[in-house]
T-cell receptor, first 118, second 113 residues
């Protein structure tokens, strides 16, 4: 099973709302990622979690708040977003490191959440 | 800073043709390179992963090659089918920095019946 599941598939939210995006994988991967993709552009990295610890934050505004409650789950909490934050949000996972050495790092992506901020 | 470029940006071919998609990167210090397929409005599907020590990988009608020293990779698709129509993205992972994928600009492929 190489599936990464994201919910919801579509989300429309107002600028004062609070919502969360969810991501789940059961491949035993210990690295999980959030990417943002604008229309006709490549994905851009937002956050990386390794062994449930935040290891990379690509200078993302604080209105985006990631959380990794366990090795299978990754959340992205959204608050006070702007219309320009409308995009496809992609979650990915990979095996991560193994005993301090980089293991097979093939990344698997979910189907994304299409977010519209109104 | 790593920059990844894909040529052509768009490609339209009739069914049955063999075709080549190109990916170039500016920093040759990569750990691996991965090719993905993306259908409109959907997520990314991993096609092939090439480690930096490898020169090519094959999966079915797909063959990807890597020339790390010249900063280039190609994705060869044999006997193209309408179902191959999608955007193809290459992404490189550097030797430093924790598992950050830097994506290319993508090639939009349309295969006509």
């Amino acid at each position: 099973d190489t599936e990464v599941t994201q919910t919801p598939k579509h989300l429309v939210m107002g600028m004062t709302n609070k919502k969360s995006l969810k991501c789940e994988q059961h491949m035993g991967h210990r690295a999980m990622y959030w990417y943002k993709q604008k229309a006709k552009k490549p994905p851009e990295l937002m956050f990386v979690y390794s062994y449930e610890k935040l290891s990379i934050n690509e200078s993302v505004p604080s209105r985006f708040s990631p959380e990794c409650p366990n090795s299978s789950l990754l959340n992205l909490h959204l608050h006070a977003l702007q219309p320009e934050d409308s995009a496809l949000y992609l979650c990915a996972s990979s095996q991560g490191t193994l005993q301090g050495r980089r293991a097979n790092t093939e990344a698997f992506f979910g189907q994304g959440t299409r977010l519209t901020v109104v | 800073k790593q920059e990844v470029t894909q040529i052509p940006a768009a490609l339209s071919v009739p069914e049955g043709e063999n075709l080549v998609l190109n990916c170039s990167f500016t920093d040759s210090a990569i750990y691996n390179l991965q090719w993905f397929r993306q259908d409109p409005g959907k997520g990314l599907t991993s096609l092939l992963l090439i480690q930096s020590s490898q020169r090519e990988q094959t999966s079915g009608r797909l063959n990807a090659s890597l020339d790390k020293s010249s900063g280039r990779s190609t994705l060869y698709i044999a006997a193209s089918q309408p179902g191959d129509s999608a955007t193809y993205l290459c992404a490189v992972q550097g030797n430093t920095g924790f598992q950050k994928l830097v994506f290319g600009t993508g090639t939009r492929l349309l295969v006509s019946p």
